[in-house]
C-alpha cells in the first residue's frame, strides 16, 4: 500500500491518526490516474488540512469497472442474511471508532464536536436498520390460474453512482449507502469536494468489516468532473444525488441522455415553520432556534421562513432574538459550542450575499447580520423581520444561520403562505391544538412536517421532497424501492 495515500493529522480529540487520502477502489486505497490532489481547508481557521487525490473520469471508469465486476462476481453469490452481517458488523466498527469520525468531521465540516457525534450515532443507527433489513426484501405469489405459477422478484438495479453534499458528510454517505448494500447493489460514491475526508476514514472499516472488494468504492473529486462523469456514464444503473436543485436538475438531464439511468435525488428547501397564537411560546422558540442555526443553518430543511400569529408576534420577535443571541458561535472542538463556521469561503460569500439583499431589500435586521469574528468562516445567527414575501430572503435557499419571521392572521393564510414556493421538503406546526396540527399538517405541501418539534430525522421515518425538493425518498422501508426492481415470472404448468 503506498504512503503517498495517507497522512497523519492531528485533532484535540483524537491526538494524531492516520487519515487515508487515496480513492478507495476495489477495498484499497489508490492514487488518482492523473496523479492529481486538491486541498481540503479547515473552514474554522482558513488553513490547509491536507491534500487528497482527485478522481477524474478515468478514476470513474476504473471505479465502476470494480463495481461491476463486484456485482456480477462475488457480491452476487452472497446471501441476503450475510450482507446483513456485513453491514451489522461495519455499523458495530463505526460505533466502536465513534469519537474519531466525529472529530474528522468537525475538523473537515466545521460542525461542533457535539453534533458531530449526534452525527455519527445516526450513521450508526442507519447502517444497523439496513442491515436489518437486507433478509427481509421479498416478493410475492401471485394466484392467475390453476395451470399457471406467477411469482415477482425484487431485484438490486445493479452498479449505483452516489454523490453526497458537504453539510453532513457521514450521514449523507450512511443514507445512501445502507438501503443500496441491504438490496444487493454496488456502489461508486463521490463525496464533496469540500469535506472529503471522514468518508476516507469511513472507508477503512468497509474492509475490515469483510465487504468484498469493490462493492463500496469512495472517491474524491468535483462535481464538474468526478461527479458529472458519474451522472452520464453508460454502466452505472442509477444515480443517487443530494444537493441544491440546480445540480440535481443537471444530473436528471445528463441520466436521461446517457443510458437513460434510474435517478432519486434529495434537493433544496425553503420551509415554513408555523407558530399559532396557542403555542407553547417558550418550547417554540427553542424548536424554532433548532430549525434554522442546527448545522450552521446548512441544512435543506432549514425551517427559514417564520410565520408568527399575529397575536403573539412581538413577544415571540423579542424572545426569538434573545434565543438567538445566546448561540454559542465559535471553535467546533469547545464542547459548549453550538454553531462553528460556514464550510467555505464560497458559502460564506454567498450566505452575506443574501444578508446585503435582504438589508438593501428593506428588511430589518433584528440580530445578527455580520462576520462573527476575523478568522474563519464565521456569521453570526441573523433574524430578519419586516419582510415581505417578494424578498429574495423569503423566496431563495439561503442554506446559513439566516431567518426571515413574518406575521400571519388566519389559518387560511398561512397555509397558502406556506405553500407558495418552489420547494416543499419540510415544515412545522406549533400549537397546542390537535386539531389545527392534523388540519394543517394535511394541507401543507412537503415531504415531511414536524409538529411541535423540529428537525426530527430518524432512520425509520421517510424522508424527502415534494415539488423542485426532490425525487423519491430516503430512510425507512421506503429507501428500499429506490434500489430495487420488480422481475414478473410466470410460468407454464404441464
Not at 176 to 186: E, I, Q, Y
Not at 198 to 203: G, I, P, R, T
Request: aromatic content about 10%.
Amino acid at each position: 500500500m503506498s504512503s503517498n495515500v495517507f497522512v497523519e493529522l492531528k485533532t484535540p480529540i483524537t491526538g494524531t491518526y492516520k487519515q487515508p487520502t487515496g480513492l478507495f477502489i476495489n477495498n484499497e486505497f489508490v492514487e488518482g490516474v492523473d496523479k492529481k490532489t486538491f486541498e481540503v481547508i479547515n473552514p474554522a481557521t482558513e488553513e490547509v488540512i491536507c491534500s487528497v487525490h482527485e478522481a477524474t473520469e478515468k478514476d470513474v471508469d476504473i471505479a465502476v469497472a470494480a463495481a461491476r465486476k463486484a456485482f456480477e462476481g462475488p457480491w452476487r453469490e452472497v446471501t441476503p442474511q450475510q450482507r446483513g452481517i456485513y453491514l451489522l458488523k461495519l455499523a458495530d466498527l463505526l460505533e466502536k471508532n465513534l469519537d474519531l469520525l466525529a472529530a474528522v468531521e468537525s475538523l473537515d465540516n466545521g460542525k461542533s464536536i457535539t453534533m458531530a457525534r449526534g452525527d455519527v450515532g445516526a450513521v450508526v443507527g442507519t447502517i444497523r436498520y439496513y442491515g436489518g433489513w437486507a433478509d427481509k426484501i421479498e416478493g410475492k405469489t401471485i394466484d392467475i390460474s390453476p395451470d399457471t405459477f406467477h411469482y415477482t422478484r425484487q431485484e438490486p438495479l445493479g452498479v449505483c453512482g452516489q454523490i453526497i453534499p458537504w453539510n453532513f458528510p457521514l450521514l449523507m454517505l450512511a443514507w445512501k449507502v445502507g438501503p443500496a448494500l441491504a438490496t444487493g447493489n454496488t456502489i461508486v460514491m463521490k463525496t464533496a469536494e469540500q469535506t472529503p475526508l471522514s468518508a476516507l476514514v469511513f472507508a477503512q472499516f468497509v474492509k475490515e468489516a469483510g465487504f468484498p472488494p469493490g462493492v463500496l468504492n469512495i472517491i474524491s473529486g468535483f462535481g464538474r468532473i468526478a461527479g458529472a462523469a458519474i451522472a452520464s456514464h453508460m454502466d452505472i444503473d442509477k444515480v443517487a444525488f443530494t444537493g441544491s436543485t440546480m445540480v440535481g436538475r443537471q444530473i436528471m438531464k445528463a441520466a436521461a441522455e446517457s443510458n437513460l439511468k434510474k435517478v432519486t435525488l434529495e434537493l433544496g428547501g425553503k420551509s415554513p415553520n408555523i407558530i399559532f397564537n396557542d403555542a407553547d411560546i417558550e418550547q417554540a422558540i427553542d424548536w424554532v432556534n433548532f430549525g434554522i442555526y442546527f448545522n450552521h443553518g446548512q441544512t435543506c430543511c432549514a425551517g427559514s421562513r417564520v410565520y408568527v400569529q399575529e397575536g403573539i408576534y412581538d413577544k415571540f420577535v423579542a424572545a426569538f432574538k434573545k434565543r438567538a443571541q445566546q448561540n454559542k458561535v465559535g471553535d467546533p472542538f469547545h464542547d459548549e459550542t453550538f454553531q462553528g463556521p460556514q464550510v467555505s469561503q464560497l458559502q460564506y460569500d454567498r450566505i452575506m450575499g443574501y444578508i446585503k439583499a435582504g438589508k438593501e431589500e428593506g428588511a430589518t435586521v433584528e440580530t445578527g447580520g455580520e462576520r462573527h469574528g476575523d478568522k474563519g468562516y464565521f456569521i453570526q445567527p441573523t433574524i430578519f423581520t419586516n419582510v415581505r414575501h417578494d424578498m429574495k430572503i423569503m423566496k431563495e435557499e439561503i442554506f446559513g444561520p439566516v431567518c426571515a419571521v413574518a406575521k400571519f392572521s388566519t389559518e387560511e393564510e398561512v397555509i397558502k403562505l406556506g405553500n407558495d414556493s418552489n420547494y416543499g421538503l419540510a415544515a412545522a406546526v406549533h400549537t397546542k391544538d390537535l386539531n389545527t396540527a392534523i388540519r394543517v399538517s394535511n394541507h401543507l405541501r412537503a415531504g415531511t412536517v414536524w409538529v411541535n418539534t423540529y428537525n426530527a430525522l430518524h432512520h425509520q421515518l421517510p424522508f424527502g421532497g415534494y415539488k423542485e425538493s426532490g425525487i423519491g425518498r430516503e430512510l425507512g422501508e421506503a429507501a428500499l424501492a429506490n434500489y430495487t426492481q420488480c422481475k414478473s415470472v410466470a410460468i407454464k404448468l404441464n
